[in-house]
């Protein structure tokens, strides 16, 4: 089943949209400082977008004029008309929303994005068939406008699993509390999703190291994990991601392509955090998006070395 994520920005007063229906007031409070892109790993993991006709309109007349920006990305546009007029990219439908979602939440493949607007998002947090919130607070107060969350909204227990800031604006990350996420010993079924997971994550994360080089070196992981120390994340009965030590020692954390960025990574180093009092690990130089978060979570940089395939790494180590 896929995941259904609500991505936006919101004011700190709870506004997606100011009274002219304009998001103009989505920046940062440095107008000269240029905004980190968070978009792009979010968006590498969707494959499907749902939009109310009102949030298309506004993309393809002043937000994106030149380009459809989700490109990638099969985009259902919910409308209150028969419209014939679909691409290969964007789909129009006149139907529920919630109707919709389900549908196409029982398929497979990546996360499903719902991208606005107050309606559509309003619908199905009423139905409570959101999983996820990933929420942009800008740093504005805007009074009035378009409200994310109406008096309908029932009352729905969250987990934090991730924060992030930059140039005044906060995300956060929650997903619906529940009790199907759990971390474990690694048992000796695992080890083909686990292998899998080893594989697609190495190649996706290290794309400056031919993909041959982690395919020659899966047999010798695959008869090596099982002797080692691993744990792994599993969600609704599925494995989305694992941890590997040896004592002290981070081998790797390593989660599934359609889960990561959603706290499943922190959760596993919280976890090996609990077990061992220091620990460290090495990280390629060129995974920047790795060392930021190991830095995120208290690691600092030791030394400089270069692995065997010639690529530089850092060691860090947690303060």
């Known amino acids: 089943m896929k995941k259904v994520i609500l991505y936006i920005a919101v004011s700190l007063d709870g506004y997606i949209a100011d009274n002219q229906g304009s998001v103009g007031w989505i920046k940062g409070h440095d107008d000269t400082v240029e905004l980190e892109d968070t978009f792009s790993p979010f968006f590498s993991n969707v494959d499907t977008v749902v939009m109310g006709r009102k949030t298309f309109d506004q993309i393809v007349t002043s937000l994106s004029c ?14 209150h008309h028969n419209e014939t007029n679909d691409t290969e990219q964007i789909r129009f439908k006149n139907m529920d929303v919630c109707q ?69 604006i906060v995300e956060v990350i929650y997903e619906i509390a529940n009790s199907d996420v759990v971390i474990r010993n690694m048992n000796k079924d695992d080890i083909e999703q686990v292998m899998q997971i080893w594989l697609a994550t190495n190649v996706q994360a290290h794309d400056f190291i031919a993909e041959t080089y982690w ?8 008869k090596l994990i099982p002797a080692s120390e691993v744990y792994v994340c599993e969600k609704s009965n599925k494995i989305v991601g694992f941890i590997g030590l040896s004592e002290n020692y981070i081998a790797g954390i390593f989660v599934a392509s359609n889960f990561q960025s959603y706290g499943i990574g922190k959760r596993l180093l919280d976890y090996a955090k609990g077990l061992k009092p220091e620990l460290y690990l090495h990280v390629y130089q060129k995974n920047i998006r790795a060392v930021k978060f190991y830095q995120r979570e208290n690691f600092v940089i030791e030394s400089e070395t270069v692995d065997g395939t010639g690529e530089k790494e850092f060691l860090m180590k947690t303060l």
């Open 66 to 79: 030149d380009q459809w920006p989700y490109t990638g990305a099969t985009t259902y546009v919910l409308t």
């Open 215 to 222: 395919k020659g070196q899966f047999e010798n992981v695959k």
């Open 100 to 168: 919709l979602v389900e549908e196409l939440r029982q398929g497979v493949g990546k996360n499903i994005w719902i991208c606005g607007g107050a309606e559509i998002a309003g619908r199905l947090i009423g139905k409570n068939m959101i999983d996820t919130y990933h929420l942009a607070v800008i740093p504005v107060i805007l009074g009035s406008g378009v409200r994310l969350f109406g008096s309908s909204a029932p009352k729905t227990r969250l987990t934090l699993v991730e924060t992030k800031k930059y140039n005044g």
